[in-house]
């Protein structure tokens, strides 16, 4: 969880909470908050909440609350891959019934529920759209990136990354 501390956040105002939840003996009212079994399965849940009122909001009123979230969460599920645990984001989520059963306040938004657990299995092939879809160089509309350049480029990120949440352990 102390991943979650090396995340940035807009303006650094750290405008979350997570709640970590054991699902032992809880597995009707988590089927019930969303009706997968390999949700109440899970051994961990953990319920990321924003906190709009403590979060950074830019001059045209965009909140950047969720923002904040997924990045602390990214860092947690990067950590939890380094460890050889599963997770996933989870949004489809009942928020009524995650908020009377963790008893979240108003003030307090669920945005997203992640489980972990050891994998029961291995994961299927990604599909991603292609570089070309994705990416565009210079601005909106422009032309090809050179692939090779963005593989290392990303290659080397990814190492950095993985490194830096190693030391944690
Ligand atoms: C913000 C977010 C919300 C998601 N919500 C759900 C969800 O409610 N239920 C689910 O089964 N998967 C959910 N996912 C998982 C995505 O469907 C999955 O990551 C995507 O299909 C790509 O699959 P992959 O991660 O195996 O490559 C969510 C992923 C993200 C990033």
Redesign the pocket.
């Known amino acids: 969880m102390s991943a979650a501390l090396f995340a940035p956040t807009a303006a650094n105002r750290q405008p979350f909470k997570l709640i970590v939840i054991h699902t032992e003996g809880k597995a009707e009212e988590i089927y019930r908050i ?1 009706d ?1 079994e390999w949700f109440s399965d899970a051994p961990i849940l953990i319920c990321a909440c924003g906190i709009p009122e403590l979060g950074w909001v830019r001059g045209d009123g965009k909140s950047y609350v969720d923002v904040d979230v ?1 990045i602390v969460m990214d860092h947690i599920s990067l950590a939890a891959a380094d460890l050889g645990l599963g997770t ?6 009942d928020v009524e019934a995650a908020r009377e059963n963790f008893r979240i306040p108003p003030s307090a938004e669920p945005i ?1 529920f992640m489980p972990l657990g050891y994998p029961a299995g291995t ?2 092939e ?3 759209k292609t570089l070309d879809e994705l990416i565009s160089l210079e601005t909106w509309d422009a032309g090809r990136i050179n692939h090779l350049l963005l593989y290392h480029a990303y290659r080397h990120y990814v190492i950095r990354r993985l490194c830096n949440i190693s030391i944690i352990r």
């Open positions: 969303y997968r997924a996933c984001w989870v949004a489809s989520f997203v994961a299927g990604k599909e991603r």
